[in-house]
Protein backbone atom coordinates (compact mmCIF):
# COMPACT_ATOMS: atom_id res chain seq x y z
CA UNK A 1 0.00 0.00 0.00
CA UNK A 2 0.86 3.37 -0.70
CA UNK A 3 3.21 5.03 2.40
CA UNK A 4 2.62 8.60 2.85
CA UNK A 5 5.38 10.72 2.99
CA UNK A 6 6.42 13.43 5.77
CA UNK A 7 3.37 12.42 7.92
CA UNK A 8 5.03 13.54 11.18
CA UNK A 9 5.85 16.77 9.51
CA UNK A 10 2.70 17.58 7.99
CA UNK A 11 0.65 17.04 11.72
CA UNK A 12 3.40 19.08 13.15
CA UNK A 13 3.04 22.44 10.67
CA UNK A 14 -0.85 21.94 9.92
CA UNK A 15 -1.35 21.51 13.65
CA UNK A 16 -4.98 19.95 13.75
CA UNK A 17 -6.69 20.13 16.53
CA UNK A 18 -10.02 18.45 17.86
CA UNK A 19 -13.08 20.27 16.09
CA UNK A 20 -12.01 21.71 13.05
CA UNK A 21 -12.64 21.23 9.28
CA UNK A 22 -9.71 19.99 7.54
CA UNK A 23 -9.17 19.85 3.57
CA UNK A 24 -6.89 16.71 2.15
CA UNK A 25 -7.06 17.76 -1.68
CA UNK A 26 -5.94 14.45 -2.89
CA UNK A 27 -6.89 11.92 -0.63
CA UNK A 28 -4.93 9.26 -2.01
CA UNK A 29 -5.25 5.99 -0.37
CA UNK A 30 -6.35 7.79 2.81
CA UNK A 31 -2.75 7.27 4.75
CA UNK A 32 -2.73 11.26 5.50
CA UNK A 33 -6.21 11.55 5.59
CA UNK A 34 -6.34 8.49 8.39
CA UNK A 35 -4.16 10.80 10.79
CA UNK A 36 -5.35 14.26 10.23
CA UNK A 37 -9.13 12.89 11.20
CA UNK A 38 -7.37 10.86 14.55
CA UNK A 39 -6.17 15.01 15.25
CA UNK A 40 -10.01 16.41 14.58
CA UNK A 41 -12.44 13.59 15.90
CA UNK A 42 -14.25 13.55 17.77
CA UNK A 43 -16.41 16.86 16.52
CA UNK A 44 -14.14 17.36 13.44
CA UNK A 45 -14.72 17.26 9.50
CA UNK A 46 -12.07 16.05 6.51
CA UNK A 47 -13.41 16.78 3.22
CA UNK A 48 -11.73 14.73 1.23
CA UNK A 49 -10.96 15.57 -2.30
CA UNK A 50 -9.20 13.52 -5.37
CA UNK A 51 -9.51 13.52 -9.07
CA UNK A 52 -9.59 9.71 -9.29
CA UNK A 53 -12.29 7.70 -8.36
CA UNK A 54 -10.39 4.42 -7.15
CA UNK A 55 -8.32 6.65 -5.38
CA UNK A 56 -11.76 7.83 -3.10
CA UNK A 57 -12.86 3.96 -2.71
CA UNK A 58 -9.52 3.08 -1.65
CA UNK A 59 -9.70 6.09 1.04
CA UNK A 60 -12.87 5.38 2.22
CA UNK A 61 -11.50 1.83 3.07
CA UNK A 62 -8.71 3.05 4.60
CA UNK A 63 -11.03 5.04 7.08
CA UNK A 64 -13.02 2.51 7.64
CA UNK A 65 -11.04 -0.08 8.83
CA UNK A 66 -9.89 2.75 10.98
CA UNK A 67 -12.59 4.06 12.04
CA UNK A 68 -15.49 2.58 11.43
CA UNK A 69 -18.71 3.54 8.88
CA UNK A 70 -20.98 5.49 11.07
CA UNK A 71 -17.55 7.85 12.15
CA UNK A 72 -16.66 8.25 8.54
CA UNK A 73 -20.01 8.88 7.28
CA UNK A 74 -20.32 11.51 9.77
CA UNK A 75 -17.22 12.90 9.94
CA UNK A 76 -16.05 12.44 6.48
CA UNK A 77 -17.64 14.54 3.38
CA UNK A 78 -15.42 12.57 0.30
CA UNK A 79 -15.67 14.74 -3.63
CA UNK A 80 -14.42 12.93 -6.60
CA UNK A 81 -13.48 16.17 -8.38
CA UNK A 82 -9.70 18.45 -8.54
CA UNK A 83 -8.53 20.10 -6.04
CA UNK A 84 -8.90 23.08 -8.30
CA UNK A 85 -12.38 23.39 -7.20
CA UNK A 86 -12.07 23.27 -3.83
CA UNK A 87 -13.19 26.68 -3.08
CA UNK A 88 -16.60 25.43 -4.75
CA UNK A 89 -16.60 22.31 -2.87
CA UNK A 90 -16.11 24.37 0.76
CA UNK A 91 -19.35 26.40 -0.36
CA UNK A 92 -21.44 23.96 -1.49
CA UNK A 93 -21.06 21.49 1.79
CA UNK A 94 -21.99 24.46 3.84
CA UNK A 95 -19.14 24.27 5.98
CA UNK A 96 -16.82 27.28 7.20
CA UNK A 97 -13.26 27.96 5.59
CA UNK A 98 -10.86 25.42 6.72
CA UNK A 99 -8.17 25.30 9.67
CA UNK A 100 -5.89 22.89 7.73
CA UNK A 101 -5.64 21.83 4.14
CA UNK A 102 -3.41 19.60 2.64
CA UNK A 103 -1.98 18.94 -0.97
CA UNK A 104 0.06 15.67 -1.81
CA UNK A 105 1.25 15.95 -5.46
CA UNK A 106 1.40 13.63 -8.62
CA UNK A 107 0.28 9.78 -8.41
CA UNK A 108 0.28 7.39 -5.73
CA UNK A 109 1.90 3.95 -5.53
CA UNK A 110 -1.39 2.28 -5.67
CA UNK A 111 -2.11 3.99 -8.86
CA UNK A 112 0.76 1.86 -10.21
CA UNK A 113 0.29 -1.44 -9.23
CA UNK A 114 -3.14 -2.25 -7.17
CA UNK A 115 -5.08 -5.50 -8.01
CA UNK A 116 -8.28 -3.25 -7.39
CA UNK A 117 -8.29 -0.96 -9.92
CA UNK A 118 -7.74 -0.57 -13.81
CA UNK A 119 -4.21 0.29 -14.79
CA UNK A 120 -3.60 4.11 -15.98
CA UNK A 121 -0.32 4.26 -17.45
CA UNK A 122 1.80 6.05 -15.05
CA UNK A 123 4.48 3.14 -15.28
CA UNK A 124 6.60 2.49 -18.21
CA UNK A 125 7.45 -0.96 -16.77
CA UNK A 126 4.82 -2.46 -17.29
CA UNK A 127 2.41 -2.46 -20.34
CA UNK A 128 -0.61 -0.42 -20.11
CA UNK A 129 -3.35 1.55 -22.01
CA UNK A 130 -1.39 4.65 -22.51
CA UNK A 131 -4.38 7.31 -20.66
CA UNK A 132 -1.52 8.95 -17.45
CA UNK A 133 -5.00 10.68 -16.36
CA UNK A 134 -6.36 10.22 -13.56
CA UNK A 135 -10.06 9.99 -15.04
CA UNK A 136 -11.75 9.26 -18.20
CA UNK A 137 -13.33 12.39 -18.34
CA UNK A 138 -9.37 14.02 -19.16
CA UNK A 139 -8.10 13.61 -22.57
CA UNK A 140 -5.97 10.52 -22.74
CA UNK A 141 -2.16 10.51 -23.37
CA UNK A 142 -3.06 8.13 -26.61
CA UNK A 143 -5.56 10.42 -27.86
CA UNK A 144 -3.90 13.88 -27.63
CA UNK A 145 -0.29 12.76 -28.94
CA UNK A 146 -1.35 12.16 -32.57
CA UNK A 147 -2.32 15.74 -32.44
CA UNK A 148 0.91 17.48 -31.50
CA UNK A 149 3.69 18.86 -33.70
CA UNK A 150 7.33 17.88 -32.87
CA UNK A 151 7.91 21.10 -31.57
CA UNK A 152 4.91 21.06 -29.78
CA UNK A 153 6.44 17.75 -28.27
CA UNK A 154 9.84 19.31 -27.88
CA UNK A 155 8.05 22.44 -25.70
CA UNK A 156 6.56 19.80 -23.19
CA UNK A 157 9.32 17.37 -23.16
CA UNK A 158 11.71 20.31 -22.29
CA UNK A 159 9.21 22.05 -20.11
CA UNK A 160 8.09 19.73 -17.94
CA UNK A 161 10.27 17.10 -18.10
CA UNK A 162 13.93 19.24 -18.60
CA UNK A 163 14.70 16.00 -20.88
CA UNK A 164 17.82 16.87 -23.09
CA UNK A 165 17.18 15.03 -25.34
CA UNK A 166 13.67 16.21 -26.41
CA UNK A 167 13.99 16.72 -29.95
CA UNK A 168 15.61 13.15 -30.53
CA UNK A 169 12.78 11.72 -28.45
CA UNK A 170 10.04 13.90 -30.33
CA UNK A 171 11.09 13.12 -33.94
CA UNK A 172 10.80 9.63 -33.24
CA UNK A 173 7.94 9.71 -31.27
CA UNK A 174 5.96 11.09 -34.76
CA UNK A 175 8.10 8.98 -37.12
CA UNK A 176 6.63 5.75 -35.15
CA UNK A 177 3.53 7.06 -35.12
CA UNK A 178 3.08 7.51 -38.92
CA UNK A 179 3.37 3.93 -38.44
CA UNK A 180 1.49 2.92 -36.03
CA UNK A 181 -0.34 5.07 -33.24
CA UNK A 182 0.87 4.35 -29.69
CA UNK A 183 -1.54 2.52 -27.19
CA UNK A 184 0.78 1.00 -24.39
CA UNK A 185 3.10 2.47 -22.37
CA UNK A 186 5.50 -0.10 -23.48
CA UNK A 187 5.27 0.90 -27.09
CA UNK A 188 6.18 4.75 -26.08
CA UNK A 189 8.93 3.60 -23.84
CA UNK A 190 10.58 1.52 -26.11
CA UNK A 191 10.59 3.92 -28.61
CA UNK A 192 12.47 6.56 -26.42
CA UNK A 193 14.67 4.02 -25.34
CA UNK A 194 15.62 3.45 -29.28
CA UNK A 195 15.78 7.27 -29.64
CA UNK A 196 18.39 8.31 -27.11
CA UNK A 197 22.18 7.82 -27.22
CA UNK A 198 22.84 3.82 -25.53
CA UNK A 199 25.12 5.97 -22.88
CA UNK A 200 22.37 7.47 -21.24
CA UNK A 201 20.31 4.61 -21.46
CA UNK A 202 22.45 2.95 -19.38
CA UNK A 203 22.02 5.77 -17.31
CA UNK A 204 20.76 6.41 -13.27
CA UNK A 205 17.20 6.44 -14.27
CA UNK A 206 14.98 5.13 -16.90
CA UNK A 207 15.25 6.66 -20.26
CA UNK A 208 11.87 6.99 -20.88
CA UNK A 209 11.07 8.66 -17.05
CA UNK A 210 11.32 12.37 -17.80
CA UNK A 211 8.91 12.29 -21.45
CA UNK A 212 6.71 10.20 -18.98
CA UNK A 213 6.26 12.48 -15.96
CA UNK A 214 6.08 15.68 -18.51
CA UNK A 215 3.35 13.92 -20.90
CA UNK A 216 1.66 13.42 -17.35
CA UNK A 217 2.03 16.48 -16.37
CA UNK A 218 0.93 18.06 -19.58
CA UNK A 219 -2.38 16.05 -19.79
CA UNK A 220 -3.48 16.58 -15.93
CA UNK A 221 -2.44 19.92 -16.56
CA UNK A 222 -1.04 19.69 -13.07
CA UNK A 223 0.45 23.01 -12.66
CA UNK A 224 -2.41 24.77 -13.73
CA UNK A 225 -4.39 23.32 -10.85
CA UNK A 226 -1.84 23.99 -8.62
CA UNK A 227 -1.94 27.63 -9.55
CA UNK A 228 -6.19 27.79 -9.20
CA UNK A 229 -5.63 25.98 -6.27
CA UNK A 230 -3.32 28.73 -5.00
CA UNK A 231 -5.43 31.41 -6.54
CA UNK A 232 -8.51 30.51 -4.48
CA UNK A 233 -6.59 29.96 -1.00
CA UNK A 234 -8.68 32.91 0.71
CA UNK A 235 -11.65 30.76 0.09
CA UNK A 236 -10.62 27.82 1.19
CA UNK A 237 -8.54 28.32 4.28
CA UNK A 238 -9.73 30.78 7.43
CA UNK A 239 -7.28 33.19 8.49
CA UNK A 240 -5.18 31.51 10.95
CA UNK A 241 -5.16 28.28 9.14
CA UNK A 242 -2.82 26.50 7.31
CA UNK A 243 -2.14 25.47 3.88
CA UNK A 244 0.84 22.98 3.48
CA UNK A 245 1.63 21.55 -0.25
CA UNK A 246 3.90 18.42 -0.95
CA UNK A 247 5.23 18.58 -4.50
CA UNK A 248 7.75 16.34 -6.17
CA UNK A 249 8.88 18.63 -9.28
CA UNK A 250 10.65 21.48 -8.96
CA UNK A 251 8.12 23.19 -11.49
CA UNK A 252 5.71 22.76 -8.80
CA UNK A 253 7.91 24.02 -5.57
CA UNK A 254 8.89 26.75 -7.43
CA UNK A 255 5.18 27.26 -7.88
CA UNK A 256 4.59 27.28 -4.28
CA UNK A 257 7.33 29.17 -3.22
CA UNK A 258 6.36 31.81 -5.25
CA UNK A 259 2.58 32.35 -4.75
CA UNK A 260 2.95 31.86 -0.83
CA UNK A 261 5.62 34.50 -1.10
CA UNK A 262 3.15 36.76 -3.44
CA UNK A 263 0.20 36.44 -0.57
CA UNK A 264 3.11 37.07 2.29
CA UNK A 265 3.86 40.25 0.63
CA UNK A 266 0.52 41.38 0.22
CA UNK A 267 -0.09 40.77 3.63
CA UNK A 268 -2.18 38.14 3.02
CA UNK A 269 -0.29 35.32 4.71
CA UNK A 270 2.86 34.23 6.59
CA UNK A 271 5.56 31.64 5.58
CA UNK A 272 6.00 29.23 8.39
CA UNK A 273 9.34 27.28 5.90
CA UNK A 274 11.46 29.65 4.90
CA UNK A 275 12.92 26.46 3.23
CA UNK A 276 10.95 23.68 2.29
CA UNK A 277 10.48 20.82 4.66
CA UNK A 278 12.34 17.18 3.24
CA UNK A 279 11.94 14.18 4.60
CA UNK A 280 14.77 12.41 7.12
CA UNK A 281 17.15 10.34 5.73
CA UNK A 282 15.87 7.58 8.00
CA UNK A 283 12.08 8.37 6.46
CA UNK A 284 13.98 8.01 2.73
CA UNK A 285 15.43 5.12 3.60
CA UNK A 286 12.60 2.92 4.18
CA UNK A 287 10.70 5.21 1.60
CA UNK A 288 12.45 5.87 -1.34
CA UNK A 289 9.22 8.34 -3.03
CA UNK A 290 9.92 10.38 -0.21
CA UNK A 291 13.25 11.47 -1.40
CA UNK A 292 12.11 14.36 -3.75
CA UNK A 293 8.78 15.36 -1.21
CA UNK A 294 8.86 19.04 -0.54
CA UNK A 295 6.90 20.52 1.90
CA UNK A 296 6.00 24.25 2.09
CA UNK A 297 3.42 25.66 4.51
CA UNK A 298 1.67 28.92 4.64
CA UNK A 299 -0.36 30.77 7.16
CA UNK A 300 -3.71 32.15 6.13
CA UNK A 301 -3.85 36.19 7.55
CA UNK A 302 -2.14 39.32 7.94
CA UNK A 303 1.63 38.89 8.04
CA UNK A 304 1.51 41.18 10.90
CA UNK A 305 -1.10 38.56 13.42
C1 LIG B 1 0.51 11.26 -3.88
S1 LIG B 1 -1.15 10.78 -3.98
C2 LIG B 1 -1.82 11.21 -2.41
C3 LIG B 1 -1.56 10.18 -1.35
C4 LIG B 1 -2.25 10.46 -0.03
N1 LIG B 1 -1.76 11.66 0.60
C5 LIG B 1 -2.13 9.28 0.90
O1 LIG B 1 -1.61 9.45 2.03
O2 LIG B 1 -2.55 8.17 0.54
C6 LIG B 1 -1.85 11.98 -5.01
C7 LIG B 1 -3.33 11.83 -5.30
O3 LIG B 1 -3.76 13.05 -5.91
C8 LIG B 1 -4.71 12.76 -6.89
N2 LIG B 1 -4.74 13.90 -7.80
C9 LIG B 1 -3.86 14.24 -8.77
N3 LIG B 1 -4.23 15.39 -9.35
C10 LIG B 1 -5.37 15.80 -8.74
C11 LIG B 1 -6.23 16.93 -8.88
N4 LIG B 1 -6.01 17.88 -9.78
N5 LIG B 1 -7.30 17.03 -8.05
C12 LIG B 1 -7.54 16.08 -7.11
N6 LIG B 1 -6.77 14.98 -6.93
C13 LIG B 1 -5.70 14.85 -7.74
C14 LIG B 1 -4.26 11.46 -7.49
O4 LIG B 1 -5.36 10.79 -8.08
C15 LIG B 1 -3.72 10.71 -6.25
O5 LIG B 1 -4.71 9.89 -5.68
Not at 19 to 30: E, I, K
Not at 154 to 162: A, M, Q, S, T, Y
Not at 286 to 301: D, I, T
Amino acid sequence: MHTPVLTNEVLGLLDPRPGQFVLDGTVGSGGHALELLKKILPDGKLLAIDADRYSILAAERTLVAAFGREIVGSHVIFEHDTYARAAQAVSRHGFPLVHAALLDLGFSSDQIDSADRPPRGFSFLSDEPLLMTYNDETVAVRDFLPELSVADLVKILREFGEERYAMKIATAIKERERVRPFLTTRDLSETITAAIPPRYARGRIHPATRTFMALRIYANQELNQLKLFLADISLIVATGGRVGVISFHSLEDRLVKRDFLALAKENRGRIITKKPVTASANEIRQNARARSAKFRVLELGSNTL
